[in-house]
């Protein structure tokens, strides 16, 4: 009884491939014979094998993979040529005897009749003939000029187990499930390419002076890739007994210089951490479908190495961590994706902090701040937290396809964290001996959670079931806090549902001691306590790290730093500026905040003040601001502000609120509602163009709606003032915004309708503008003034009212105007414009148009207009900075 139920719970299926493939790189196809063994060790007899038929998934605008694209928004696909698409089209499905079989074909998986049963202990070979119409690279198949990468690519087994048939297609979000097994393949293709393939290469020979043919052997394996280039160069390294070979192309020479430094270091590490690499080989390949991924043997890099950041040897390794939590550790990656992007992602979080220390930067100059790994991964699981977007980890991956942070977090970050609170909870000898055992049970199995699960409290000792659950199956948190502190007394708690035992460090006179925290409320009885740190050690994932310690930690750093999560920071900026009427302007500005508070990323109590002097003119200018949430939720945000300015003969003082509402980081419709009312009083023109300013006060109340949705937005804007404060300003502003950057119709055009009208008397200051915004945000007022050459109107442009930069210099304002803003091709350093509209100038309606070209670096960008309704080449060029309006 005891054999015959270890026999119906330890079963797996076994397969086997024999492919001989043609690679035509004239008409990019690949036509190939396979047959396909299929071992039954299950107790079940089976009528109807399914397989794999990933190509498919690049056939037309209605695969389930299109759908999904369209729910992220990502439009490359759906708007290629017919020609640019792929599939595979199944010729002849067969048995041995040469009869054949029947088969539906259901988008990406195909079911084969048997024509009599499979039983237990027996198996079937199958033969089918193909032909691969190969993509450009969209995901992961595809080719770019003359370079293929040829992954899942031939029919492949579903897997079978005790759920059944995992008959998963080809997501947009999600990976792949296989059978181990043994694959031959063979492959032709012209004689110029070199191969780089799963396995080993046993046989390369010509087939006549034009083609040569490569043969691939592969154990225990449930996948096969190939990557082929007419360019490639091989570098070879050995590590413990394994070859690593680095496939690059010439010109990316210079860029992959390190990889194989990054691929040993990976390797020897990985063989200690978790258990020796069992293949001969192990290939690191340059590749072009962007980022990177994994396969048996090899894995495929996008670009190369830049000299800012450590992104590349981050894939590298990352992928190379694959090779046991994917490759050997054969788990469903589209079900529990966690355990192998979970366990790789710590896996990445570890090699960083065991290579370069526990603040590893992901930046390699000493003159960024530091950036640790861990930092982004902390970042990514705050972000999705706070604003309530959580769901458990154990959500299928394609289910994530429309808030793809999500997924980031769930799959990688959280994980990733929480593996590493395991660690230090657990310690670390026996966290390594978890992660040993795993490995060295489960290789060339397809181990579940459960299994996980199991494996750790059978090593620890504990019983883990409870955290395992909350981690796995909700969205709980564990948020730890110093509830109340005296000199004898501290009362700990945990905000969170999600109990997370952790270490508490108490000082007293002269002695520290370091206690466990086992309980959702605890109170600990000491003489004199002088200072209480929660989790010292940084382990545990929590939102809130603040009220972790006592006395509150506190910092003051320089503006180029990263919010802590622990720590509330003081930024200090020096300030030194000139312009002829302040002459040498020297000043300091602080800011402060609780983390960051900016649309989707929660903060608190973010403040502002800045002090200037100008020598010249003995002019002292302040500036304040504030800033903090109220509603911190799914979907909606909502925060009050305060700020204001004394300084260059103007107060302006504004208070109000802002409404976030939408789901960061998805396609959903995305809006902000501001409402506020702001204190102008002018008192001179010393530091403004008198032409473009009105002298006085007014009370100005306003409220802006933006609409952001797919590359779009709609903005209406209503701002006006009673005469109560001045006799001679009463006045209502409408404007109304459109902007689109076009996807389909004339791609990379960028199309912007504005029309304004003001109703009443309003002062100059306030009145719509041809050219531009007359003021924008913090940074123009810190930095331009308006006055003279580098003022708004004459050479510097706010991308506001008119935007018609033609007109930079005339200085015409109006109350009312339409007009319509184009440029092309959006996203390239060189563009050209063209404006044209209506503005009623006194009595009527006068028409203007411009044109010229613009040319873009980065957030900068220089306008040389060549023409408007006036004249040949008019009176100003123009520097612009995107963004501008952003301040702190």
Same mark, same amino acid.
């Given at each position: 009884?005891?054999? !015959?139920?270890?026999?119906?719970?330890?079963?797996?299926?076994?397969?086997?491939?024999?492919?001989?493939?043609?690679?035509?790189?004239?008409?990019?196809?690949?036509?190939?014979?396979?047959?396909?063994?299929?071992?039954?060790?299950?107790?079940?007899? +089976?009528?109807?094998?399914?397989?794999?038929?990933?190509?498919?998934?690049?056939?037309?605008?209605?695969?389930?993979?299109?759908?999904?694209?369209?729910?992220?928004?990502?439009?490359?696909?759906?708007?290629?040529?017919?020609?640019?698409?792929?599939?595979?089209?199944?010729?002849?499905?067969?048995?041995?005897?040469?009869?054949?079989?029947?088969?539906?074909?259901?988008?990406?998986?195909?079911?084969?009749? !048997?024509?009599?049963?499979?039983?237990?202990?027996?198996?079937?070979?199958?033969?089918?003939?193909?032909?691969?119409?190969?993509?450009?690279?969209?995901?992961?198949?595809?080719?770019?000029?003359?370079?293929?990468?040829?992954?899942?690519?031939?029919?492949?087994?579903?897997?079978? #187990?005790?759920?059944?048939?995992?008959?998963?297609?080809?997501?947009?979000?999600?990976?792949?499930?296989?059978?181990?097994?043994?694959?031959?393949?063979?492959?032709?293709?012209? @004689?110029?390419?070199?191969?780089?393939?799963?396995?080993?290469?046993?046989?390369?020979?010509?087939?006549?002076?034009?083609?040569?043919?490569?043969?691939?052997?592969?154990?225990?394996?449930?996948?096969?890739?190939?990557?082929?280039?007419?360019?490639?160069?091989?570098?070879?390294?050995?590590?413990?007994?394994?070859?690593?070979?680095?496939?690059?192309?010439?010109?990316?020479?210079?860029?992959?210089?390190?990889?194989?430094?990054?691929?040993?270091?990976?390797?020897?590490?990985?063989?200690?951490?978790?258990?020796?690499?069992?293949?001969?080989?192990?290939?690191?390949?340059?590749?072009?479908?962007?980022?990177?991924?994994?396969?048996?043997?090899?894995?495929?890099?996008?670009?190369?190495?830049?000299?800012?950041?450590?992104?590349?040897?981050?894939?590298?390794?990352?992928?190379?961590?694959?090779?046991?939590?994917?490759?050997?550790?054969?788990?469903?990656?589209?079900?529990?994706?966690?355990?192998?992007?979970?366990?790789?992602?710590?896996?990445?979080?570890?090699?960083?902090?065991?290579?370069?220390?526990?603040?590893?930067?992901?930046?390699?100059?000493?003159?960024?701040?530091?950036?640790?790994?861990?930092?982004?991964? =902390?970042?990514?699981?705050?972000?999705? +937290?706070?604003?309530?977007?959580?769901?458990?980890?154990?959500?299928?991956?394609?289910?994530?396809?429309?808030?793809?942070?999500?997924?980031?977090?769930?799959?990688?970050?959280?994980?990733?964290?929480?593996?590493?609170?395991?660690?230090?909870?657990?310690?670390?000898?026996?966290?390594?001996?978890?992660?040993?055992?795993?490995?060295?049970?489960?290789?060339?199995?397809?181990?579940?959670?459960?299994?996980?699960?199991?494996?750790?409290?059978?090593?620890?000792? =504990?019983?883990?079931?409870?955290?395992?659950?909350?981690?796995?199956?909700?969205?709980?948190?564990?948020?730890?806090?110093?509830?109340?502190?005296?000199?004898?007394?501290?009362?700990?708690?945990?905000?969170?549902?999600?109990?997370?035992?952790? %270490?508490?460090?108490?000082?007293?006179?002269?002695?520290?001691?370091?206690?466990?925290?086992?309980?959702?409320?605890?109170?600990?009885?000491?003489?004199?306590?002088?200072?209480?740190?929660?989790?010292?050690?940084?382990?545990?994932?929590?939102?809130?790290?603040?009220?972790?310690?006592?006395? @509150?930690?506190?910092?003051?750093?320089?503006?180029?730093?990263?919010?802590?999560? #622990?720590?509330?920071?003081?930024?200090?900026?020096?300030?030194?500026?000139?312009?002829?009427?302040?002459?040498?302007?020297?000043?300091?500005?602080?800011?402060?905040?609780?983390?960051?508070?900016?649309?989707?990323?929660?903060?608190?109590?973010?403040?502002?003040?800045?002090?200037?002097?100008?020598?010249?003119?003995?002019?002292?200018?302040?500036?304040?601001?504030?800033?903090?949430?109220?509603?911190?939720?799914?979907?909606?945000?909502?925060?009050?502000?305060?700020?204001?300015?004394?300084?260059?003969? %103007?107060?302006?003082?504004? $208070?109000?609120?802002?409404?976030?509402?939408?789901?960061?980081?998805?396609?959903?419709?995305?809006?902000?509602?501001?409402?506020?009312?702001?204190?102008?009083?002018?008192?001179?023109?010393?530091? *403004?163009?008198?032409?473009?300013?009105?002298?006085?006060?007014?009370?100005?109340?306003?409220?802006?709606?933006?609409?952001?949705?797919?590359?779009?937005?709609?903005?209406?804007?209503?701002?006006?003032?009673?005469?109560?404060?001045?006799?001679?300003?009463?006045?209502?502003? *409408?404007?109304?915004?459109?902007?689109?950057?076009?996807?389909?119709?004339?791609?990379?055009?960028?199309?912007?309708?504005?029309?304004?009208?003001?109703?009443?008397?309003?002062?100059?200051?306030?009145?719509?503008?041809?050219?531009?915004?007359? @003021?924008?945000?913090?940074?123009?007022?810190?930095?331009?003034?308006?006055?003279?050459?580098?003022?708004?109107?004459?050479?510097?442009?706010? =991308?506001?009212?008119?935007? $018609?930069?033609?007109?930079?210099?005339?200085?015409?304002?109006?109350?009312?105007?339409?007009?319509?803003?184009?440029?092309?091709?959006?996203?390239?350093?060189?563009?050209?414009?063209?404006?044209?509209?209506?503005?009623?100038?006194?009595?009527?309606?006068?028409?203007?148009? #411009?044109?010229?070209?613009?040319?873009?670096?980065?957030?900068?960008?220089?306008?040389?207009?060549?023409?408007?309704?006036?004249?040949?080449?008019?009176?100003?060029?123009?520097?612009?900075?995107?963004?501008?309006?952003?301040?702190?």
């Amino acid at each position: 009884m005891t054999f !015959l139920l270890l026999f119906l719970l330890n079963w797996q299926q076994r397969v086997a491939y024999k492919i001989s493939g043609k690679l035509d790189i004239d008409n990019h196809t690949l036509s190939a014979t396979e047959y396909l063994t299929y071992y039954n060790y299950s107790p079940v007899i +089976l009528e109807t094998l399914y397989l794999h038929l990933y190509a498919n998934a690049y056939r037309d605008n209605n695969t389930t993979f299109a759908r999904e694209l369209k729910k992220m928004g990502s439009y490359k696909f759906l708007r290629a040529k017919r020609s640019a698409r792929g599939g595979i089209d199944i010729i002849s499905v067969t048995n041995t005897q040469g009869d054949s079989l029947d088969y539906e074909i259901d988008e990406t998986i195909m079911a084969v009749i !048997l024509d009599k049963p499979l039983p237990n202990g027996d198996s079937i070979v199958l033969k089918i003939e193909s032909i691969l119409k190969i993509p450009q690279i969209f995901s992961r198949l595809g080719y770019k000029g003359r370079h293929y990468e040829i992954v899942q690519w031939y029919p492949k087994f579903c897997v079978f #187990d005790e759920k059944g048939w995992h008959k998963q297609g080809y997501h947009a979000i999600g990976e792949f499930y296989g059978e181990f097994g043994d694959f031959e393949v063979t492959i032709e293709l012209p @004689r110029e390419y070199v191969v780089a393939g799963t396995g080993l290469v046993f046989d390369s020979s010509l087939v006549d002076e034009n083609w040569k043919r490569v043969r691939f052997s592969a154990e225990n394996v449930h996948d096969f890739a190939l990557v082929c280039d007419p360019d490639f160069e091989i570098e070879k390294r050995e590590i413990d007994g394994i070859i690593v070979e680095i496939y690059y192309t010439k010109r990316f020479k210079k860029e992959w210089k390190r990889a194989g430094d990054y691929a040993v270091d990976a390797v020897s590490r990985y063989n200690r951490w978790f258990g020796i690499y069992p293949y001969k080989k192990l290939s690191v390949v340059q590749g072009y479908g962007g980022g990177g991924m994994e396969y048996p043997n090899l894995v495929i890099v996008g670009g190369g190495e830049d000299n800012i950041t450590r992104q590349f040897e981050l894939i590298i390794i990352h992928d190379i961590a694959h090779q046991w939590f994917y490759g050997i550790l054969g788990s469903n990656e589209m079900d529990e994706a966690w355990l192998d992007e979970g366990l790789t992602s710590y896996t990445e979080q570890r090699y960083f902090i065991d290579k370069y220390g526990i603040n590893n930067s992901f930046f390699k100059s000493n003159l960024i701040p530091e950036l640790p790994h861990i930092y982004i991964n =902390k970042f990514l699981y705050y972000v999705t +937290l706070t604003n309530q977007m959580e769901r458990p980890i154990l959500t299928p991956a394609s289910d994530f396809v429309e808030e793809p942070i999500v997924y980031q977090s769930a799959v990688y970050s959280k994980p990733a964290l929480f593996l590493r609170y395991l660690e230090g909870y657990l310690g670390s000898a026996t966290f390594d001996s978890i992660l040993r055992t795993y490995f060295e049970e489960f290789k060339f199995c397809h181990p579940k959670t459960e299994d996980f699960v199991k494996i750790c409290e059978e090593v620890s000792g =504990k019983d883990l079931k409870q955290f395992f659950f909350d981690f796995l199956h909700t969205t709980k948190y564990c948020d730890w806090y110093i509830k109340e502190i005296t000199k004898k007394r501290v009362i700990v708690e945990n905000r969170g549902e999600f109990l997370l035992p952790t %270490e508490m460090l108490i000082q007293t006179d002269g002695t520290a001691q370091l206690l466990r925290i086992e309980k959702q409320i605890d109170t600990f009885n000491f003489a004199n306590v002088k200072k209480v740190s929660i989790d010292p050690y940084n382990y545990t994932p929590e939102p809130d790290r603040w009220n972790n310690f006592s006395p @509150r930690r506190f910092a003051i750093k320089p503006v180029l730093a990263w919010p802590s999560f #622990d720590t509330y920071q003081v930024y200090f900026l020096p300030y030194l500026w000139y312009d002829s009427d302040d002459g040498f302007t020297p000043g300091i500005y602080l800011a402060g905040a609780q983390f960051i508070d900016a649309d989707f990323i929660k903060g608190k109590n973010q403040w502002l003040v800045g002090y200037t002097y100008g020598t010249k003119s003995h002019h002292h200018n302040y500036n304040f601001g504030y800033q903090t949430p109220l509603v911190f939720k799914r979907g909606n945000r909502l925060r009050i502000f305060f700020k204001g300015s004394n300084g260059n003969d %103007e107060m302006r003082y504004q $208070m109000g609120l802002a409404n976030d509402r939408g789901i960061p980081f998805t396609t959903k419709p995305m809006r902000n509602l501001k409402t506020f009312i702001t204190y102008n009083n002018l008192k001179s023109f010393a530091y *403004v163009d008198s032409v473009d300013w009105s002298k006085g006060r007014y009370l100005l109340f306003q409220n802006q709606l933006i609409c952001n949705s797919n590359h779009c937005s709609v903005v209406l804007n209503l701002r006006g003032t009673g005469n109560f404060l001045n006799e001679e300003w009463n006045f209502l502003r *409408v404007d109304w915004e459109f902007e689109k950057k076009s996807k389909f119709f004339l791609p990379r055009l960028y199309l912007r309708t504005f029309a304004s009208k003001i109703f009443g008397s309003a002062p100059l200051q306030e009145r719509i503008f041809l050219s531009g915004g007359l @003021r924008q945000s913090f940074i123009t007022d810190l930095f331009f003034g308006q006055k003279g050459y580098t003022s708004p109107q004459e050479h510097i442009h706010i =991308k506001q009212d008119g935007n $018609m930069p033609g007109y930079q210099g005339y200085h015409i304002k109006t109350d009312g105007l339409f007009c319509i803003n184009l440029e092309l091709p959006e996203g390239f350093p060189l563009r050209l414009f063209g404006d044209f509209g209506y503005y009623y100038d006194t009595a009527r309606w006068q028409n203007c148009y #411009d044109a010229g070209g613009k040319l873009v670096f980065g957030p900068v960008y220089f306008i040389l207009p060549i023409i408007n309704a006036e004249k040949f080449f008019p009176k100003n060029w123009s520097i612009g900075i995107s963004g501008m309006a952003v301040g702190f």
